[in-house]
């Protein structure tokens, strides 16, 4: 087995937006029980993205009902004016985009200082070699499988070479900063990512749009066991 698909154990971070906002607590129990690590939170404000969805509030309201780890991925032009909200709303890792501003290092810095892991997001079509200088500051790094502002997209496979070069950055240099990847993942493009480098897979419409969070959490795990396994 090779060095980058030697078996670790990977996190699966279902994201809310794609979920069933009539019954979020009900939602927020059945995936504890199908044993989900993280919870995956998209706040878009209609301008970086052309949608508007969840703010701090919602992390909020939740975040007494739960102890899963909640992952904040900031769509917003402006996402310094918001950090504050999210950490106090119970933001465990927060996510900015690189191509939101030019003061990403700064960002970083006042995650951290909030005490939440601070990460960064490429778009599809932002090269890795955005984040060359500030990759050992980084708790993990989001790659962007569809273009933001939507669930439901097909995945993007060009974001597997990219997981791949991250993860020989990770290796070559030592580092530990996690891969996220977000958008279109399944059973069928799950494998995929894991064999590339992938530790964190947010997962929205696979796991809400038909069968129970159960059985499609149980599907996506299986489908990461046979990417290990067929690595042998």
Same mark, same amino acid.
């Given at each position: 087995? !090779?060095?980058?698909?030697?078996?670790?154990?990977?996190?699966?971070?279902?994201?809310?937006?794609?979920?069933?906002? /009539? &019954?979020?607590?009900?939602?927020?129990?059945?995936?504890?029980?199908?044993?989900?690590?993280?919870?995956?939170?998209?706040?878009?404000?209609? $301008?970086?993205?052309?949608?508007?969805?969840?703010?701090?509030?919602?992390?909020?309201?939740?975040?007494? $009902?739960?102890?899963?780890?909640?992952?904040?991925?900031?769509?917003?032009?402006?996402?310094?004016? +918001?950090?504050?909200?999210?950490? =106090?709303?119970?933001?465990?890792?927060?996510?900015?985009?690189? =191509?939101?501003?030019?003061?990403? $290092?700064?960002?970083?810095?006042?995650?951290?200082?909030?005490?939440?892991?601070?990460?960064?997001?490429?778009?599809?079509?932002?090269?890795? %070699?955005?984040?060359?200088?500030?990759?050992?500051?980084?708790? +993990?790094?989001?790659?962007?499988s569809v273009n933001p502002?939507?669930?439901?997209?097909?995945?993007?496979?060009?974001?597997?070479?990219?997981?791949? =070069? *991250?993860?020989? $950055? &990770?290796?070559?240099?030592?580092?530990?900063? *996690?891969?996220?990847?977000?958008?279109?993942?399944?059973? %069928?493009? /799950?494998?995929?990512?894991?064999?590339?480098?992938?530790?964190?897979?947010?997962?929205?419409?696979?796991?809400?749009? !038909?069968?129970?969070?159960?059985?499609?959490?149980?599907a996506l795990r299986e489908?990461?066991?046979?990417?290990?396994? =067929?690595?042998?």
């Amino acid at each position: 087995m !090779s060095e980058s698909i030697t078996r670790r154990a990977v996190k699966l971070a279902p994201s809310m937006i794609a979920s069933d906002w /009539a &019954r979020p607590l009900d939602t927020v129990r059945e995936l504890t029980e199908a044993g989900v690590e993280w919870l995956h939170w998209d706040a878009m404000d209609g $301008h970086f993205v052309p949608n508007l969805t969840l703010g701090p509030m919602f992390l909020a309201a939740l975040r007494p $009902h739960t102890e899963l780890h909640f992952d904040a991925h900031l769509m917003l032009a402006k996402p310094g004016d +918001y950090l504050d909200e999210f950490i =106090e709303a119970g933001a465990n890792s927060i996510s900015v985009h690189v =191509e939101a501003g030019a003061h990403l $290092h700064r960002l970083i810095g006042r995650i951290k200082e909030g005490g939440a892991m601070a990460g960064a997001v490429l778009n599809p079509a932002t090269p890795v %070699a955005a984040l060359d200088v500030i990759l050992p500051t980084l708790d +993990y790094v989001l790659v962007m499988s569809v273009n933001p502002g939507f669930s439901g997209q097909k995945f993007l496979p060009l974001a597997v070479d990219k997981i791949a =070069e *991250l993860n020989r $950055h &990770r290796q070559e240099k030592g580092l530990k900063f *996690l891969i996220q990847v977000d958008g279109g993942v399944s059973p %069928a493009t /799950a494998p995929l990512v894991v064999r590339a480098g992938a530790d964190v897979l947010v997962c929205g419409s696979n796991i809400f749009n !038909s069968g129970t969070p159960q059985e499609n959490v149980r599907a996506l795990r299986e489908a990461i066991d046979k990417a290990f396994w =067929e690595a042998v």
